[in-house]
Structures are given as C-alpha cells and as structure tokens.
C-alpha cells in the first residue's frame, strides 16, 4: 500500500508495524515506511520485547510490549519532528523505559520470559526530517485512530474523550474545534489549542491528503 508513514510522513510503500510485535499483540498494527519500520523492529529488541513465536510470555508480558511499542512510536515521531512534537524524544525514551520497568515489576521475578535486551542489536536514533504538509490530514486521522484502539484494548478511557477522538479520526479537519473544546472545558481560560496540534502536528486544514485511509487495525486478543 502507497501512503503516507505515520511517523515520518512521507509517501511511500508501507508495511504494517506490528506495535507491541506479532505475537504478542497480532492485531494491532500502524503503517509505517520501509525505514521507519526498521527502526522500531530494531528498538523493540534492543528494549528486549520477545519477538519469537515460541517465546514464553504471559498476558503481562504482552501489555508491556503494547506500552512499550506505543512510547516508542512517539519516540520515533519526536526525533523524526522534534519541532513539532509537544514532548522531546530524551523524556518519551525515559518514559518508555520506565513504564517497562514498573509493569516488569508487577509480575514474580522468576517468571519465564522475562526481558533480557539484546546486546547485538546496536542502538539507533532516526534521522530527522522535515514535516510533510500534504500528510497531515491523513497523519491526524492515524494518530486519532491509534488512540483510541490503544484505549480499547488496555481498558482505559483515553486522554481526549473518545467521542472527539471518533470525530477527529473521520474528519480530522475538525480537530481544531475538537482540542479547542478540551482545552476550554480543563483550562477554563478559554485558551485554543494551537491548530491541529494532536500529537504536535501543525496547521490541520490545509487541502492536501484529500483520500484518508484507516492502516490502524486493533483487536482485545493477545497472542
């Protein structure tokens, strides 16, 4: 499928990214480039995310990936944009690495499969690149999209209402009115969100990305 990659925005032939890896959350995948695929693979094992099908791994195990897998796209986001993402990617790395540690922590320390990260995969950092105006209708639909899967399957209300959350994913050029209402209702200053900032993006209602697709596909199993 030719469209534009979540994370790096540019046009391209995608792949589907397994985020927490295909076996321990099948279901669940973002379209990712070629290149930005392989850096999150290569993330996921330097993290020490089980990725063979013959593993031992417990449910667990599987949420972990899932948190893991998520932090890590929005690393990738931020060293590919640090201009635009609201969070540096030093603070999401930190934050990934210690939500792994808290939920490695909730389970018995002799349990099989635990995480062990993989000391022949050499760490790696994106390169950045500049932010592609035509994607970013479709980019905020992806993002809202992933949102919400990710809120469903962890049993979690999401950090915007899952009622904009749907809007902005099939209208994203909505997301103005979408964030501007959620920072009204918490600030109570009345202050707007700056222009289709979901996730740091940039202006949302420019006429690019004219045919928005839906690449995020999510299930409850975990496998």
């Keep these: 499928m030719t469209d534009w990659c979540l ?26 480039c070629p290149d930005c695929h392989r ?12 990725l063979a099908a013959a593993a031992e791994r ?36 930190h934050s990934g690495r210690a939500a792994s540690r808290m939920l490695d922590g909730c ?30 209708l479709a980019r905020t639909s992806q993002f809202a999209h992933l949102v919400l899967a990710l809120a469903q399957i962890l049993g979690e209300p999401p950090p ?18 979408g964030l501007s209402r959620t920072t009204v209702g918490r600030v109570g200053h009345g202050a707007a969100a700056a222009p289709g900032q979901l996730s740091g993006h940039g202006p949302a209602d420019h006429p690019g990305a004219a045919q928005l697709r839906r690449p995020i596909v999510a299930g409850r199993t975990a496998g």
Excluded: Y
């Design 7 to 32: 994370t790096c925005g540019q046009f391209a032939e995608l792949e589907a990214h397994h985020v927490a890896g295909r076996h321990n959350h099948r279901a669940l995948t973002v379209a990712l």
């Design 39 to 50: 850096v999150l693979s290569g993330w996921q094992l330097a993290s020490g995310v089980e």
């Design 58 to 93: 417990t449910e667990l195990d599987a949420t972990r990936a899932l948190v893991v897998g998520a932090m890590q796209l929005l690393q990738l986001f931020a060293q590919r944009h640090a201009e635009c993402s609201w969070l540096p990617a030093e603070l999401l790395t």
């Design 107 to 136: 389970g018995p320390a002799d349990r099989p499969g635990r995480w062990l990260p993989d000391p022949t995969v050499p760490p790696c950092e994106a390169t950045p690149v500049g932010w592609p105006k035509a994607a970013e």
């Design 160 to 177: 915007i209402p899952a009622e904009q959350l749907t809007d902005i994913a099939a209208d994203p050029r909505g997301v103005r009115r």
